[in-house]
């Protein structure tokens, strides 16, 4: 499948994307991506998978995915769709009788027959649906009316009863009656007051101010690919505990947060970095450590 990859492979340069750019934007590894431009099959999935890989690198360059597959048929030597329809269309035609001869009048009067049948009670059918459902939605909305009637013709006024009066009345002489409020008592002595001197509160460090200012409220994914064993560490939000991580050559790591991003790289050119979508290349042109904060 050399001349299927060679084929997605110059496309994809015309567009000027990477193979890094290909992978992420079709959730594959960059080594299926190259496999496939190379035509390496062993380091390849099933066929059954491959195909789907190859439709959608095709549709994603805008390429006639069609065209592409069936390309990769002849290859791999298996049969396409169009040999398909090439082997569908050499089966005999059967020769239909005359449209004015008495056969083929007999042939359609005794299919439309039938069909009208069939329709005529489909349509008689539906009309007795819809006439009872009417009835019954009818039927419904007079028995709502009649309960909501016979409710308003029951209601009787409320009737006081003595205890209730009496209660009331107790309740009236009792506002009317003024409370006396007790006088606060003097306190003889006075009493001391205690001052609490609190420490002073130690300055916190540059690093984390301009972390917290940087982080606070922003949503970040990052992924980052090694392109040599390598260890970072990375701290969400306002955390001041970064997390660490070996990396692995060929690798990748992706990080989200929903409150912002810190990442301390010991290479900066040992990995590859993506925010949000956008490829930003090397952290670093050189091997010195580097931190990033979203």
């Known amino acids: 499948m050399k001349i299927t990859g060679e084929l997605l492979k110059s496309e994809r340069k015309k567009l000027k994307l990477s193979q890094q750019d290909i992978a992420f934007a079709l959730k594959l590894s960059p080594r299926v991506i190259n496999a496939i431009e190379e035509g390496d099959v062993d380091n390849l999935p099933a066929k059954t998978f491959v ?51 008495p056969l083929a009048v007999s042939q359609e009067i005794s299919t439309v027959t039938p069909n009208l049948k069939v329709s005529l009670n489909r ?26 009637q016979k409710e308003g013709l029951q209601q009787e006024t409320p009737h006081l009863s003595v205890e209730t009066i009496n209660q009331e009345v107790n309740a009236a002489k009792e506002i009317e009656q003024p409370t006396e409020e007790p006088e606060p008592a003097v306190e003889s002595e006075t009493e001391e007051q205690v001052v609490e001197v609190k420490p002073p509160t130690p300055a916190p460090e540059a690093s984390e101010i301009v972390k917290s200012k940087a982080t606070l409220g922003k949503s970040i994914e990052m992924v980052i690919e090694a ?13 001041s505990q970064f997390k660490t991580l070996n990396l692995k050559k060929d690798t990748l790591q992706i990080i989200k947060s929903k409150n912002g991003l810190h990442v301390k790289i010991t290479e900066g050119d040992a990995v590859l970095v993506t925010v949000n979508g956008i490829h930003r290349g090397q952290a670093a042109s050189d091997t010195k450590p580097v931190e990033l904060t979203y």
């Open 51 to 101: 195909r789907g890989f190859i439709k959608s690198y095709a549709e994603m360059l805008k390429l006639n995915s069609t065209t592409v597959l069936n390309q990769y048929h002849e290859e791999m030597g298996t049969a396409s769709l169009n040999s398909k329809l090439i082997s569908t269309s050499n089966e005999p035609i059967k020769k239909k009788p005359a449209e004015d001869s």
């Open 123 to 148: 349509n008689t059918f539906k009309v007795v649906v819809l006439i009872t459902a009417a009835v019954i939605i009818l039927g419904g909305i007079n028995q709502i009316i009649n309960k909501y």
């Open 227 to 239: 392109t040599r064993d390598t260890v970072i560490s990375y701290a969400t939000g306002t955390d």
